[in-house]
Nanobody
Framework: QVQLVESGGGLVQPGGSLRLSCAAS????????IGWFRQAPGKEREGVSC????????YYADSVKGRFTISRDNANNTVYLQMNSLKPEDTAVYYC??????????????????????WGKGTLVTVSS
């Protein structure tokens, strides 16, 4: 059974940093492209950042470009999202999701969250003073 478990969320002041982790079990991450998505109260789910199987392709939403960095450690079946210079508008539940297959360009995948195969339950990030 495939499981994705997010961790690392919490309360942080504006300008602070958090690192989210997504640990996978029941699956070998090499065969999956991974994305981080978020959903704020009253808003639609949106793609934040995605990474291809081989790390050759990454995508960042304009709102996080230059502040967030996605990475993956296939040997440990874990994907990370380093979030720096956090803003109140980054407050949301953050989900990691996996899409099976060899995805070479992840932009489209990141923009179409409903196409992902597996989802974690999410971790809450609150940016507030």
């Amino acid at each position: 059974q495939v499981q994705l478990v997010e961790s690392g969320g919490g309360l942080v002041q504006p300008g602070g940093s958090l690192r989210l982790s997504c640990a996978a079990s029941g699956v070998t991450l090499d065969y999956y492209a991974i994305g981080w998505f978020r959903q704020a109260p009253g808003k639609e789910r949106e793609g934040v950042s995605c990474i291809s199987n081989s790390e050759s392709s990454t995508y960042y939403a304009d709102s996080v470009k230059g502040r967030f960095t996605i990475s993956r450690d296939n040997a440990n079946n874990t994907v990370y999202l380093q979030m720096n210079s956090l803003k109140p508008e980054d407050t949301a539940v953050y989900y990691c999701a996996a899409r099976r297959g060899w995805i070479t360009t992840v932009q489209t995948m990141c923009l179409m969250w409903y196409g992902m195969d597996y989802w974690g339950k999410g971790t809450l990030v609150t940016v507030s003073s």
